[in-house]
T-cell receptor
Framework: DTAVSQTPKYLVTQMGNDKSIKCEQN?????MYWYKQDSKKFLKIMFS???????INETVPNRFSPKSPDKAHLNLHINSLELGDSAVYFC??????????????FGQGTRLTVV | QKEVEQDPGPLSVPEGAIVSLNCTYS??????FMWYRQYSRKGPELLMY????GNKEDGRFTAQVDKSSKYISLFIRDSQPSDSATYLC???????????FGAGTRLAVHP
């Protein structure tokens, strides 16, 4: 019973194309994230949504647009794909508490390759 | 200077060895410290979590936080080949503040 699921798992596409990655969590969490992991395994946050509201928006090209139709879903749309967008994109979710909002549960990742 | 520094390794040890993984950080507002384990082609999974300074033990794993030195460690006793993975430290100031990850240390435990 997958907690955080992303589709697709692999995505190979040409430069200039537009693509979307979908994420769903069944943990009942209020907060969802998109992270990017580069080839050196460095994991960096891109966006965070809490109950469908954008709360973290890192310095990311505006070609990347997240969308949260409800608190269980967070999709990522990427326009005009570039070679440098090749990476593994992870969706994650967590539940805000009184003290912390830090334990994040990750999906299995979407390996994006732009050719 | 990155907010969180972690030696990427790789680190190769024989089975049964004690492994020490470390991170340093610069932001004194960090209060929550985590270690995530990531197997190849999988998402990171939470291994240990510590609030503020101190030690926490869970089976063969011990996490230590020294806020005065801005230094955190993860010790793995009696390491097993199944421990071979990338270990990422992560930390946050709490609340809705973002989780900042280290670069990850790749560990290989050979039989």
């Amino acid at each position: 019973d997958t907690a955080v699921s992303q589709t697709p798992k692999y995505l190979v596409t040409q430069m200039g194309n537009d693509k979307s990655i979908k994420c769903e969590q069944n943990l009942g969490h209020d907060t969802m994230y998109w992270y990017k992991q580069d080839s050196k395994k460095f994991l960096k946050i891109m966006f965070s949504y809490n109950n469908k509201e954008l709360i973290i928006n890192e310095t990311v090209p505006n070609r990347f647009s997240p969308k949260s139709p409800d608190k269980a879903h967070l999709n990522l749309h990427i326009n005009s794909l570039e070679l440098g967008d090749s990476a593994v994109y992870f969706c994650a979710s967590s539940q805000p508490g009184q003290v912390m909002n830090t334990e994040a549960f990750f999906g299995q990742g979407t390996r994006l390759t732009v050719v | 200077q990155k907010e969180v520094e972690q030696d990427p390794g790789p680190l190769s040890v024989p089975e049964g060895a004690i492994v020490s993984l470390n991170c340093t950080y610069s932001n004194s507002a960090f209060q929550y410290f985590m270690w995530y384990r990531q197997y190849s082609r999988k998402g990171p999974e939470l291994l240990m979590y510590t609030y503020s300074s101190g030690n926490k033990e869970d089976g063969r794993f011990t996490a230590q936080v020294d806020k005065s030195s801005k230094y955190i460690s993860l010790f793995i006793r009696d390491s097993q080949p199944s421990d071979s993975a990338t270990y990422l430290c992560a930390m946050s100031a709490g609340g809705y503040n973002k989780l900042i990850f280290g670069a990850g240390t790749r560990l290989a435990v050979h039989p």
